[in-house]
């Protein structure tokens, strides 16, 4: 008989990605309700959590204008200043912003909101023409606050989740104090990388219940994140630390897509599928762009700088937003986000322009124009794929109920942040994302 395995956490963030999970949804509305009362204030009030998401949106459609300039590609706003800072808008403003203001609205406090605020004005204010080291200060501030909110959690419960996100924490302060210092942005960018890689990992552990068979696992995950940190501070030293990083990467995807339990929910339908489809699609990102690391070094010189990147910050870390967005937004913007098949759409382009574009770097003996040609319509399928999922997300959201929402008088329990199957398609059983399940989280259950 199989034993089966849930890990139950005492740490009281759990009691918040419970709340992400849909388990303490109508706490969570309360408290933003009460928070953000126009009755109690006398005036309408945006909640703090809006406002860090409209500023996140602004990062990321700018992100996208700059990765469209640099594809030597149409794009709707003009300007060389605008491309320069495309990986600063993508990885510190864009990720920087909603994976602070995620740990934020778990938190529950007011002082935590600083983090993606400070991450998306610094680098919004680059764009408007700000002085650099004041964009870059803000910046620096937003990714303080993060650290500071994972202080504030580890001094009320440890846990190697919490360790393993605050590396991710730690790596984007030190890139944007190098950053400020006046480096190079290749100079920052192994360690701005580590920010999503290690956020996700940590937040697999804490909100997706990895189903790891004891704490040696556990610990193994920790060692190769501190492994990954530790060879991205040595890279502004020495080149050969690579040969840390990469490994480690590698390493780390493997172990984590080993013990997944998407592994097992692949097999299931609907949202659950979906999710699983985009978390071992991230990790097989993250193991290409930890072997391409191990072969060569992160150099705008070399063809490895393109495929390490974005192997990191499209394959591994949007995918992962892809199997997230429908268990975090609704905590963030307390309204359904209902699964829709067409979601397998910016999935399937996201892939496929990824593919095409590393296979056009790898190619040997093709003329540049016509390498240059197949390299840039694969990033250009990365941007569609971006924005189509962008405008599936707000369609679904606008058209969905708020959380609790035509409910009957008296109900309890937590509210369905998932929303109805699609037409045609069967009723999710009790534990999916249909019965207000993270639908990251399938069973965890011991290996098979």
């Known amino acids: 008989m199989e034993k089966s395995e849930v890990s139950v956490s005492k740490d009281p963030r759990s009691a918040a990605s419970d709340q992400i999970s849909g388990a303490s949804q109508p706490a969570v509305s309360s ?7 126009p009755a109690r204030s006398g005036a309408p009030r945006l909640a703090p959590r809006l406002v860090a998401l409209a500023l996140g949106g602004a990062c990321l459609l700018s992100g996208l204008d700059a990765a469209l300039l640099r594809l030597g590609a149409w794009a709707p706003v003009d300007g060389a200043a605008l491309a320069a800072f495309h990986g ?16 934020a609205v778990a938190a529950r406090t007011n002082w935590a909101f600083l983090s993606p605020a400070g991450s998306a004005l610094g ?3 680059l764009v408007a023409g700000v002085p650099e080291p004041v964009g870059q200060v803000l910046a620096l501030l937003g990714s303080a606050a993060l650290c500071a909110v994972y202080v ?11 360790d393993v996100e605050a590396m991710g924490a730690i790596a984007l302060t030190l890139g944007n104090l190098l950053w400020l210092r006046g480096m190079a942005i290749e100079t920052c960018v192994p360690l701005w990388l580590l920010f999503p890689v290690l956020t996700v990992v940590g937040e697999r552990l804490e909100l997706a219940r990895i189903a790891f068979v004891g704490g040696a696992v556990e610990e193994v995950v920790r060692a190769l994140s501190a492994a990954s940190l530790m060879g991205a501070c ?33 097999r299931a339908t609907g949202a659950v599928r979906f999710a699983a489809a985009a978390m071992l699609a991230g990790y097989f990102w993250l193991a290409v762009a930890g072997l391409a690391w191990s072969l060569g070094p992160l150099d705008a010189a070399y063809d490895n700088y393109d495929i390490i990147i974005h192997s990191i910050a499209l394959g591994y870390a949007f995918s ?17 986000l209902p ?28 003329a540049e124009l016509a390498e240059g040609t197949v390299w840039r319509a694969g990033g250009v399928l990365g941007v569609v794929a971006v924005l189509v999922f962008l405008l599936l997300t707000v369609t679904r959201v606008a058209t ?34 249909g019965a207000g399940a993270d639908p990251t989280a399938g069973t965890a259950r011991g290996n098979e």
Request: hydrophobic content about 50%; proline content about 8%.
């Open 123 to 125: 680098c919004l204010s």
């Open 31 to 37: 408290a933003s309700t009460a928070s953000a009362d």
């Open 88 to 103: 600063p808008l993508m990885l510190v403003g864009f990720l920087g912003t909603v994976i602070g203001l995620e740990r």
């Open 400 to 433: 969905a109920g708020r959380i609790g929402a035509g409910r009957p008088a008296g109900a309890t329990g937590p509210a369905d942040p998932g929303g109805p199957t699609e037409p045609g398609e069967p009723a999710e059983p009790a534990g999916s994302v």
């Open 234 to 266: 040595m890279l502004a030293v020495t080149g050969t630390a690579r040969l840390v990083i990469g490994p480690a990467l590698l390493a780390l995807a493997v172990v984590m897509a080993r013990y997944d339990v998407a592994r097992r929910t692949i």
């Open 339 to 366: 699964y829709h098949r067409a979601m397998w759409l910016p999935y399937a382009l996201l892939h496929v322009g990824l593919m095409v574009r590393v296979v056009a770097r790898l190619r040997a003996g093709v």
């Open 152 to 162: 504030h959690v580890h001094r009320r419960v440890a846990s190697i989740a919490v």
């Open 320 to 336: 992962m937003i892809l199997a997230h967005a429908p268990t975090i937004i609704p905590a963030i913007v307390h309204r359904r």
